[in-house]
C-alpha cells in the first residue's frame, strides 16, 4: 500500500526530504539551548561577570534564531509536499478512473468515488503531512532529550522509560479499537454522499412531490448514523490525552520531588539548579514528544482506512483493455453478434443478454424495440465495448471488437444514451465534444439536422448560451437534440439512439431521421425506441424480450407475425386517436 502511494509523490521527493533535514536541524538547536542556558544559571550562581552572561545570551539568540529558521523553512517544505502529493494523488486517480470500463464503475459506484477522490485524500494529506515533520520531530526529539537529560541528570533521566510501554500499551488498544469503526464509517460515508447526489440530482422531482421534509429524515438519519460512529471513534481517541497527561505529570511528580531532594541533600554536588531546570525542560521535550508521536498514530489510524481506499481506486484494472496490436481502422459500420450472451457481474443468478444472433450490412437502419428491462440499452453497449460480451463475439467492420483500439472503435460509433448528459459551458463547447476542431458552420449544420438550430438561436446568446451542470436550464427534448447534434459531428461509421428522441414530438422526431438518412446515408444507424413511429421505417426491426431476441423484421412483417409488436402498435395507435378527440 505504502509502495503504491509513494508512486504520487514524484517532483515533491525533494521537498518531503528537505522537511525531515531542516526539521533535524530544529531538533538540534532546541535540544542544545537547555543545556547552554543550564550552563549560564551554575556560571550566574558562581558569580560570573556581565561579559560572560552576555556571550552566553548572543549564542542563545543564535541558536534560537536558527531554530526558527529551520522550523519556518521544514513546515514550508512540509506543506509543499503533502499539498503536492494530494494533488498528485487526485489526479493520479481521476486520470485511472478515466480508463475505468462501466463494470469497474459499478463495482465501486459514483458516490463512493467521489468519497475516495474528497475526503480519503484529505485524510491521507494530514498524515502524510505529520508523517514528514511531526513522525520525525518526535522521534529525534524524544532520543536527543533523552540523551541530554542523561547527560545532565544521570539515572534519573531513566524514568521516563518507564511511562514508554504505558503509552505504547494504551495506543495498542485504541488502535485496535477504532480501526472497524473508522471502516465503517468510511463505508457510511459513501452511503451519506450517494443520498445527498441523489437528492440534488433529483431536486425538481422532490420539489414537485413535495418530499422536501422526506428527504431531510432520510438524510438527518444517515447522518445521524455517521455521527453515532464517530462519535464511538473519538471517544475512544479522547483516552489517549488524559493518558499522556498522566504520564506527563508523574513523570515531573518524580523529577521534581526526587531532583529537589537530590539537591538539598548533596548540597548541589550530585544535581545544582541549573542541571535540575535543564531537566525539566528535557521533561517536557520527551513527554510532549511521546504526546505528538500519540497523535500522529492517531492521524494515521484514521488515514489508514482511507489510504486503502484509495490504492484499491489505483490498483484497480479495468476490465476492459486494449490489446497488445490493435486494429486501428474500422472498415465499415457492420456489426454482427454471433451467440452473443452477457452478465453484468460473475455471481448474477441470469444472464441479462442469451442467445443474441443478429447481423447489420453498413449504412443499415435498425430500429430495436421491446418493454422495459429487455436489454435493449444493454445490447448496444457491447458494440463501443462499454463492457465485454461473457460469451460468443461482437464484430464491428468484420473485426472482433476486443482487437480494436478503443478510442478507434469508440471514435468510429457514436452513442447518444438514455440519459442525455450535458456539461457546463456554452452550447459550442458541448458540441465539440463531438469534434474539437469542428467549424462554426459545421457545429450550426449539425444543429439544423438534429432540429436544435431554431430554438438555439433563441437564446439571447445564440451558440454561446451557458449550459448549467446537467443542462439544468434546456428543457429534456432540447437537451436530446444538442446530444444528437454533437453525435452527428463525429461523423461515425455506427450511430446509435438510445431512446433519444423520446422528449420531442413525433413531427420533430420524423424530421431528425428523414435528416439521418439524407446527411449519413452510409451510416449504420441503430435506432432504440418505444414508439413504433420512430423504428417502422427502418430498413428493419429487432423486438427484444427478456434478453433475447423474439423476432426481427420490417413494420409490415412484424404486424403480420409479432404478438408484441402488434401490441404496442395498437395501443400507441389508439393512445394517439384518443389524444387527437
Given at each position: 500500500?505504502?509502495?503504491?502511494l ?8 525533494k521537498?518531503s ?6 526539521v533535524?536541524?530544529?531538533v ?24 560572560v552572561?552576555l ?6 539568540v ?15 517544505a ?6 503536492g502529493f ?9 486520470y485511472?478512473i ?12 459514483t458516490?463512493?468515488l ?30 536527543f ?16 522509560l ?9 495506543l ?9 469503526l ?13 443520498s445527498?447526489?441523489e437528492n ?15 428527504e431531510?429524515?432520510k438524510?438527518?438519519?444517515?447522518a445521524?448514523?455517521?455521527?453515532a ?14 493518558l ?6 508523574a ?10 531532594y537530590?539537591i ?6 550530585a ?6 531546570s ?14 505528538m508521536l ?15 481506499r ?49 447481423h ?25 465495448r462499454?463492457y465485454?460480451a ?16 478503443l ?5 468510429a ?14 452550447i ?29 438561436r433563441q ?14 436550464n ?22 446509435i ?5 423520446s ?12 435528416a439521418?438518412?439524407?446527411?449519413i446515408p452510409e ?24 434478453g433475447?431476441i423474439?423476432?426481427?423484421?420490417t ?5 403480420r ?17 384518443k389524444?387527437e378527440?
Amino acid at each position: 500500500m505504502l509502495k503504491e502511494l509513494a508512486k504520487s509523490i514524484r517532483e515533491y521527493k525533494k521537498p518531503s526530504l528537505a522537511a525531515p533535514v531542516l526539521v533535524s536541524g530544529e531538533v538540534v538547536m532546541e535540544c542544545i539551548i537547555p543545556f547552554i542556558t543550564a550552563n549560564l544559571v551554575n556560571q550566574i550562581k558562581a558569580g560570573c561577570t556581565v561579559n560572560v552572561i552576555l556571550g552566553y545570551g548572543l549564542v542563545l539568540v543564535v541558536m534560537a534564531g536558527l531554530s526558527l529558521v529551520f522550523g519556518a523553512l521544514a513546515g514550508s517544505a512540509c506543506a509543499t509536499a503533502s499539498c503536492g502529493f494530494a494533488r498528485n494523488l487526485r489526479r493520479d486517480m481521476f486520470y485511472k478512473i478515466q480508463g475505468y470500463s462501466f463494470e469497474n464503475i459499478d463495482k465501486f459506484s459514483t458516490s463512493s468515488l467521489v468519497t475516495r477522490l474528497t475526503t480519503d485524500v484529505t485524510n491521507v494529506q494530514n498524515a502524510y503531512m505529520m508523517i514528514v515533520r511531526t513522525a520525525i520531530r518526535c522521534p529525534l526529539m524524544l532520543v536527543f532529550s533523552f540523551i541530554m537529560a542523561y547527560v545532565m541528570g544521570g539515572r534519573m533521566a531513566f524514568v521516563f522509560l518507564f511511562t514508554i510501554p504505558v503509552l505504547g500499551i494504551g495506543l495498542a488498544v485504541i488502535v485496535r479499537r477504532t480501526m472497524p469503526l473508522f471502516r465503517r464509517v468510511f463505508r457510511k460515508y459513501d452511503a451519506l454522499n450517494s443520498s445527498v447526489q441523489e437528492n440534488i440530482k433529483g431536486i425538481r422531482v422532490v420539489k414537485s412531490y413535495v418530499r422536501e421534509e422526506h428527504e431531510k429524515k432520510k438524510f438527518g438519519a444517515a447522518a445521524q448514523d455517521v455521527r453515532a460512529d464517530f462519535t464511538r471513534a473519538e471517544r475512544i481517541l479522547a483516552i489517549n490525552n488524559p493518558l499522556m497527561q498522566f504520564c506527563l505529570y508523574a513523570a515531573m511528580v518524580f523529577v521534581l520531588s526526587y531532583g529537589s531532594y537530590t539537591i538539598i541533600t548533596s548540597r548541589g554536588l550530585a544535581l545544582d539548579v541549573g542541571q535540575m531546570s535543564s531537566l525539566l525542560t528535557y521533561s517536557f521535550q520527551i513527554l510532549n514528544s511521546l504526546m505528538m508521536l500519540s497523535m500522529v498514530f492517531v492521524m494515521i489510524t484514521m488515514a489508514s482506512e482511507s489510504a486503502q481506499r484509495i490504492v484499491e481506486v489505483l490498483r484497480e484494472e479495468s476490465a476492459i483493455r486494449n490489446p497488445d496490436q490493435p486494429v486501428m481502422q474500422v472498415k465499415d459500420g457492420s456489426v454482427d453478434f454471433d451467440g452473443v450472451a452477457f452478465q453484468y457481474a460473475k455471481g448474477a443468478e441470469r444472464m441479462a443478454l442469451e442467445h443474441i444472433d443478429l447481423h447489420v450490412r453498413p449504412g443499415e437502419t435498425i430500429g430495436i424495440i421491446g418493454g422495459t428491462g429487455s436489454s435493449k440499452s444493454t445490447l448496444i453497449q457491447l458494440i463501443s465495448r462499454l463492457y465485454d460480451a461473457t460469451e460468443g463475439t461482437v464484430r464491428v467492420g468484420g473485426v472482433d471488437v476486443r482487437r480494436y483500439d478503443l478510442e478507434t472503435l469508440r471514435d468510429a460509433v457514436a452513442v447518444v444514451l438514455q440519459k442525455n448528459v450535458l456539461f457546463s459551458g456554452t452550447i459550442k463547447e458541448n458540441l465539440r465534444w463531438g469534434n474539437q476542431n469542428a467549424t462554426d458552420a459545421e457545429l450550426e449544420e449539425a444543429c439544423r439536422l438534429a432540429q436544435a438550430d431554431e430554438f438555439i438561436r433563441q437564446f439571447p446568446d445564440g451558440y454561446d448560451t451557458y449550459i448549467e451542470q446537467g443542462g439544468a436550464n434546456v428543457s429534456g427534448g432540447q437537451k436530446q437534440r444538442l446530444c444528437i447534434a454533437r453525435a452527428l459531428l463525429k461523423k461515425p461509421r455506427i450511430l446509435i439512439l438510445d431512446d433519444s428522441t423520446s422528449a420531442v414530438d413525433t413531427r420533430t422526431d420524423a424530421l431528425i431521421r428523414k435528416a439521418l438518412r439524407e446527411y449519413i446515408p452510409e451510416t449504420t444507424k441503430i435506432i432504440i425506441a418505444q414508439r413504433t413511429a420512430s423504428v417502422q421505417d427502418a430498413d428493419r426491426i429487432v423486438v427484444m424480450k427478456g434478453g433475447t431476441i423474439d423476432v426481427v423484421g420490417t413494420h409490415e412483417e412484424l404486424m403480420r407475425t409479432s404478438d408484441i409488436y402488434q401490441e404496442v402498435y395498437i395501443s400507441q395507435n389508439k393512445a394517439g386517436d384518443k389524444d387527437e378527440q
